[in-house]
């Protein structure tokens, strides 16, 4: 199976932030990663897909981009409701697999 | 509404059976890959089976198979997950999910599956 390694597991940061998750896969996957947005309690939510297709719906302050094995969502000004876990997942082959998320936290 | 709604999951002993169902409405079923995906507290997300619309395709993750089966009823709109031979392992979170081209769109709200004896 393709792994997919995320970091960091966690990041704290202060509304209007620059914030970038970084997604490495353990063999070439094209452009075929998303990325996911998970509060508590809740399924998770699909923001990016197809390395940077951003979701009907999804606030443009998240953007997605990469290829290959290297991969990066990036927030560009943290607003209060973005607090949460984020997950990137690669759809190179079945079964799909994610990353471990990343958790942003309030600072 | 477009909606997935989960059912079946519980309480079982290690060794024993349970079936999940999913129930889809609000968009057109059989046009869809669909898939079971788990999930552990802090832990990722796990597409634990595949079925591809008309049922010719299905895939699991290695650590089920022989174990969990996956079918679908596009006339009754409904997925089902029959696992076999349950481990704590298997305990988690169970959500139907619906596959877009490299993505998952649309998640039921899951159903906990517990495994202890």
């Known amino acids: 199976d393709i792994q997919m390694t995320q970091s960091p597991s966690s990041v704290s940061a202060s509304v209007g932030d620059r914030v970038t998750i970084t997604c490495r896969a353990s063999q070439d996957i094209n452009i075929w990663s998303a990325w996911y947005q998970q509060k508590p309690g809740k399924a998770p939510k699909l923001l990016i897909s197809a390395a940077s297709s951003l979701q009907t719906g999804a606030p443009s302050r998240f953007s997605g981009s990469g290829s290959g094995t290297e991969f990066t969502l990036t927030i560009s000004s943290l607003q209060p409701e973005d607090f949460a876990t984020y997950y990137c997942q690669q759809a190179k082959g079945f079964p799909w697999t994610s990353g471990q998320g990343t958790k942003v936290e309030i600072k | 509404e477009v909606q997935l709604v989960e059912s079946g999951g519980g309480l079982v002993q290690p060794g024993g059976s349970l079936r999940l169902s999913c129930v889809a409405s609000?968009?057109?079923?059989?046009?869809?890959?669909m898939s079971w995906v788990r999930q552990t507290p802090g832990k990722g997300l796990e597409w634990v089976a595949t079925?591809?619309?008309?049922?010719?395709?299905?895939y699991f993750v290695d650590s089920v198979k022989g174990r969990f089966t996956i079918s679908r009823d596009n006339a009754e709109n409904s997925m089902h997950l029959q696992m076999n031979s349950l481990r704590v392992d298997d305990a988690a979170r169970y959500y139907c999910?619906?596959?877009?081209?490299?993505?998952?769109?649309?998640w039921g709200q899951g159903t906990l599956v517990t495994v202890s004896s």
């Open positions: 609000g968009f057109t079923f059989s046009n869809h890959w």
């Open positions: 999910a619906r596959l877009i081209l490299g993505a998952t769109d649309l």
């Open positions: 079925i591809k619309q008309d049922g010719s395709e299905k």
